[in-house]
């Protein structure tokens, strides 16, 4: 798909999913796509784990949801940054970062692909759910779930929310000249 | 340009560039594909100034350069967020992450178009730059520029940094499994 035709087309998908898991080598490109990201110094700290397996998703499942998206994913895929992530040019880290950097280019690999997700980010931090999900992937305690995923094929047709125009947010030169 | 093929080619580009300024109407597609990455509650906080009037670009250019294309960029986009982000989920800000967002769908719109640019981050925390190059574009004091990408056309061939591969970052539902 055109490059273009996909930055229009992704969108915050909430909505319910077809009950068919995402194919494993679709999860593999997604990945790839975030693995391909820039990361400060190039120091690809951000790790991901793809979740396809039916007794941690009934787990997630069993969450308080967000949305129908969290609730009806037939994978997840989330993306792993350090607690303490090390400073790696002047003092300052920029993990963070990184992450949201790798995974605006899986939600764009998602829609290439013809799936649907949802940044889910928020919801992680509270409750401890980032926490519990970590125990379900055995992830170390100096590690932690920075964004979770819910990936599907869509079952409802949302339409893309209204964004701001170029003039409410952009300009040449000077700030709101 | 194919969406796959665009994230494949997408590389942080520190060399020359060719004495052409880019075309507005590509500075703008360029900014309207980070209008369109997804932020925290679609609030759509970020803000973006494109530089290309010459007296700012040397000004820019009189810094000490981080690298070539920062020295020798035809134009600039710069990604601005509040310096106290209002919380909008929970207590929780999400400007970084929509901006890092905002500017990874940035990057990958420049190498569509045939542009080439390079995430600059680290380099404005030092020395007091951000805060320079926010006075050059009147920007008011709860505002800060967090990001600057220099743009323009590559002057030299710079091989794509080798990335990890799949195995070293990435697993499935166990971490490092």
Redo the contacts between chains.
């Keep these: 798909?055109?490059?273009?035709e996909?930055?229009?087309k992704?969108?915050?998908y909430r909505g319910g999913f077809k009950d068919l898991k995402p194919k494993?080598v679709d999860l593999?490109?997604i990945?790839?796509?975030g693995?391909?990201?820039?990361s400060?110094k190039?120091a690809?700290t951000?790790?991901?784990?793809?979740?396809?397996?039916s007794a941690?998703i009934s787990q997630i499942r069993a969450m308080p949801a967000a949305n129908k998206a969290i609730q009806q994913a037939g994978a997840y895929i989330v993306c792993?940054i350090d607690k303490n992530p090390e400073a790696i040019?002047?003092g300052?880290s920029?993990q963070?970062?990184?992450?949201?950097?790798a995974?605006?280019?899986m939600?764009?690999?998602v829609t290439?692909l013809g799936y649907a997700s949802v940044?889910v980010?928020?919801w992680l931090?509270?409750e401890g759910r980032a926490d519990k999900i970590a125990k379900l992937?055995?992830?170390?305690e100096n590690?932690k779930i920075q964004i979770i995923l819910p990936i599907g094929i869509p079952a409802e047709i949302m339409g893309v929310?209204r964004?701001?125009p170029?003039a409410e947010?952009?300009?040449?030169?000077?700030?709101k000249?």
């Design positions: 798909m055109d490059f273009f996909v930055v229009a992704r969108h915050s494993d593999i490109e990945v790839e796509a693995l391909k990201a820039p400060g190039n690809q951000t790790e991901f784990v793809i979740i396809d397996d941690i792993i040019y002047e300052f920029f963070l970062e990184d992450c949201a950097a995974v605006e280019n939600l764009l690999a290439a940044w980010d928020g931090r509270v992937i055995h992830l170390p590690k929310p964004k701001k170029f947010r952009a300009w040449f030169n000077s700030f000249s």
